[in-house]
Nanobody, 119 residues
Framework: QVQLVESGGGLVQAGGSLRLSCVAS????????MGWYRQAPGKQRELVAT??????NYADPVKGRFTISRDNAKKTTYLQMNSLKSEDTAVYYC??????????????WGQGTQVTVSS
């Protein structure tokens, strides 16, 4: 079994910054990719950013403001969020494509962390 635990969410004023972290643990052979998604009230979950190796991908609304990074040794991904806007308010979920020691690969999700940006 694999667990993802997010941290770093909170309340911040518009224009401020937050850094989210997500740590993976469990029976992990290899983490193939990691990413962040978000879900605002009444909306569908949407992609924020992903990282696979050194390749990163960002949703248009966050390009130039958010940065995703990864520490393979710590099995951790980070999302640095700058110049936050009220429309960034959402629950942020960590996602990882993991190959377990059993050899089986599947997607895992964290429990989510709330980010609230006040205007």
């Amino acid at each position: 079994q694999v667990q993802l635990v997010e941290s770093g969410g909170g309340l911040v004023q518009a224009g401020g910054s937050l850094r989210l972290s997500c740590v993976a643990s469990g029976s992990i052979l290899r983490i193939n990719s990691m990413g962040w998604y978000r879900q605002a009230p009444g909306k569908q979950r949407e992609l924020v950013a992903t990282i696979s190796g050194y390749i990163t991908n960002y949703a248009d609304p966050v390009k130039g403001r958010f940065t995703i990074s990864r520490d393979n040794a710590k099995k951790t991904t980070y999302l640095q969020m700058n110049s936050l806007k009220s429309e960034d308010t959402a629950v942020y979920y960590c996602n990882a494509d993991v190959t377990a020691r059993s050899g089986r690969s599947q997607d895992y999700w964290g429990q989510g962390t709330q980010v609230t940006v006040s205007s």
